[in-house]
C-alpha cells in the first residue's frame, strides 16, 4: 500500500456541473492549495458524478477542462499535484460496482444529499444520484488516501466510505494485510459551509436555480456588484457573527474574513456600527480584488489548451498507475479469476 513518496496522500475533487462558486473554492480547492506541498495530492474533475443530474452533454467536456483549469487558476500547482479526470480512469467505476454489491442498501438511505436532491428532482431522480456517494467512496479508497478535503457537506459520504472500506471489505476479506486504508476527513473550522446569498440558512450552491444565490469565480466585477447588492439582508445595525437570527450577516462576515485575512472578532468590532450599505460595498470591493488573480491566471490557461491537456494527460497517468494497482489488489483479495499469479 505504500505510495510512491513518504508524504501522506491526499484526494479531493469537485463535479464539473457549472460554474465554480466562491463556497467550493473557501471550502474545498483553498484548503488543497495550503495542503499540497507537504502531502502528495491527486486531484479529480469528477465528471462521472455530475451525470447524477440532468446535464447538458454540450457542456460537460468543456465544464471539466474549465474546472480543471480553475483548480490551477486557484494556486494547484501541476507540477506537483496530480490532477485528471474521473471518467478517464476505468477502475472508478469498476470498483463502484464490486462496492455497490458489498454495501447494504440501508446505509445508503440515510444520505441526507440524496434525500435533498431527490426532492429537487421529482420523478426524474436516477440510480446514479443514489448510488453517489458510492462512486466517491470508489475515488477515495482507490488512491490509498489518508486524507480528504472537503466542506461539511460531504462529511456524511466520507463517514459511509470509511464504513464500506472497514466493515464490509477490511473485515470480511483482508487475510494479514488490511486491503483498503481507512481514510480520514479533512474539514476546516473557516469556510466548511458558506450559505447561499439569498438565504442564511441553505448552502451555497451550484445547482440552486437562482443564479443570484452564489458568487461565481469567473463572475465580473459588474455581476459581483449586482448580485450583492441584491444579497439578503436584514433590519440591524451592524454586523455580527454569533446571532442567531442573523445568518445573512454571519455568512457575509465569514466570507470577509476568509478573503481578507482578518480575524471574525476584528471584523465584528471594526463594523459593529456600520449598516448593510456600507458594508456591502466594502465587502464588493473585497471579493473583486480577490477573485481578479484567479480570473487573470484561469484566462491565461483556457487560452491555452495545449498546456491544460498536458496537466490531463501527465495527471492521468500518475493517478492511473495507484488506481489500477489498488483495483487489482482488491479484485484479488475478493477471489476474482485473475490470468497469471
Ligand atoms: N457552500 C459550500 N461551502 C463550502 N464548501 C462547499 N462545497 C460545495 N459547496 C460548498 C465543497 O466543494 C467541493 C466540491 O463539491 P461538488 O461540486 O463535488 O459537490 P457539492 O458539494 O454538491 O457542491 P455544489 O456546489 O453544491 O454542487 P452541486 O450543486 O452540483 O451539487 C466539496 O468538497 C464540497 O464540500
Known amino acids: 500500500m505504500k505510495g510512491m513518496t513518504n508524504k501522506k496522500r491526499i484526494l479531493s475533487g469537485v463535479q464539473p456541473t457549472g460554474d465554480l462558486h466562491i463556497g467550493n473554492w473557501l471550502g474545498a480547492i483553498s484548503n488543497w492549495v495550503?495542503?499540497?506541498?507537504?502531502?502528495?495530492?491527486?486531484?479529480?474533475?469528477?465528471?462521472?458524478?455530475?451525470?447524477?443530474?440532468?446535464?447538458?452533454?454540450?457542456?460537460?467536456?468543456?465544464?471539466?477542462l474549465s474546472t480543471a483549469a480553475l483548480y490551477v487558476?486557484?494556486?494547484?500547482?501541476?507540477?506537483?499535484?496530480?490532477?485528471?479526470?474521473?471518467?478517464?480512469?476505468?477502475?472508478?467505476?469498476?470498483?463502484?460496482?464490486?462496492?455497490?454489491?458489498?454495501?447494504?442498501i440501508n446505509w445508503m438511505e440515510r444520505m441526507i444529499q440524496f434525500k435533498?436532491?431527490?426532492?429537487?428532482?421529482?420523478n426524474n431522480v436516477s440510480i446514479g444520484l443514489f448510488d453517489y456517494p458510492i462512486l466517491m467512496a470508489a475515488d477515495i479508497l482507490l488512491y490509498d488516501a489518508d486524507y480528504v478535503p472537503v466542506g461539511e457537506d460531504q462529511k456524511q459520504h466520507l463517514e459511509l466510505a470509511r464504513d464500506i472500506a472497514q466493515q464490509r471489505i477490511n473485515a470480511k476479506f483482508s487475510k494479514v494485510e488490511n486491503i483498503l486504508k481507512i481514510p480520514q476527513p479533512i474539514i476546516m473550522k473557516k469556510g466548511s459551509k458558506i450559505m447561499s446569498l439569498n438565504d442564511g440558512s441553505k448552502k451555497m450552491s451550484k445547482s440552486d436555480i437562482n443564479e443570484g444565490s452564489r458568487i461565481?469565480?469567473?463572475?465580473?466585477?459588474?455581476?459581483?456588484?449586482?448580485?450583492?447588492?441584491?444579497?439578503?439582508?436584514?433590519?440591524?445595525?451592524?454586523?455580527?457573527?454569533?446571532?442567531?437570527e442573523r445568518p445573512e450577516s454571519r455568512n457575509l462576515l465569514m466570507i470577509y474574513s476568509l478573503l481578507s485575512g482578518k480575524e471574525v472578532?476584528?471584523?465584528?468590532?471594526?463594523?459593529?456600527?456600520?449598516?448593510?450599505?456600507?458594508?456591502?460595498?466594502?465587502?464588493?470591493?473585497?471579493?473583486?480584488?480577490?477573485?481578479?488573480?484567479?480570473?487573470?491566471?484561469?484566462?491565461?490557461?483556457?487560452?491555452?489548451?495545449?498546456?491544460?491537456?498536458?496537466?490531463?494527460?501527465?495527471?492521468?497517468?500518475?493517478?492511473?498507475?495507484?488506481?489500477?494497482?489498488?483495483?487489482?489488489?482488491?479484485?484479488s483479495e475478493l477471489g476474482f479469476f485473475e490470468m497469471e499469479k
Open 34 to 64: 495550503a495542503l499540497q506541498e507537504k502531502h502528495e495530492t491527486f486531484l479529480c474533475v469528477v465528471d462521472l458524478h455530475a451525470i447524477t443530474t440532468e446535464y447538458d452533454p454540450k457542456q460537460l467536456s468543456k465544464n471539466t
Open 73 to 104: 487558476a486557484c494556486g494547484i500547482d501541476p507540477k506537483i499535484c496530480s490532477i485528471f479526470v474521473q471518467s478517464q480512469i476505468s477502475a472508478h467505476s469498476e470498483l463502484c460496482w464490486i462496492l455497490n454489491c458489498m454495501t447494504p
Open 116 to 122: 435533498e436532491k431527490s426532492v429537487q428532482q421529482g
Open 216 to 244: 461565481n469565480l469567473l463572475d465580473t466585477p459588474e455581476i459581483i456588484t449586482k448580485k450583492i447588492k441584491r444579497a439578503k439582508s436584514d433590519s440591524y445595525m451592524g454586523m455580527e457573527f454569533n446571532n442567531p
Open 265 to 331: 472578532s476584528e471584523l465584528e468590532n471594526e463594523l459593529s456600527q456600520t449598516g448593510w450599505g456600507t458594508f456591502k460595498k466594502i465587502f464588493t470591493e473585497q471579493l473583486i480584488e480577490s477573485l481578479q488573480p484567479i480570473q487573470e491566471r484561469y484566462q491565461v490557461l483556457i487560452n491555452d489548451p495545449y498546456e491544460l491537456k498536458k496537466i490531463l494527460f501527465e495527471g492521468k497517468e500518475k493517478a492511473e498507475a495507484v488506481a489500477n494497482k489498488t483495483l487489482s489488489r482488491v479484485k
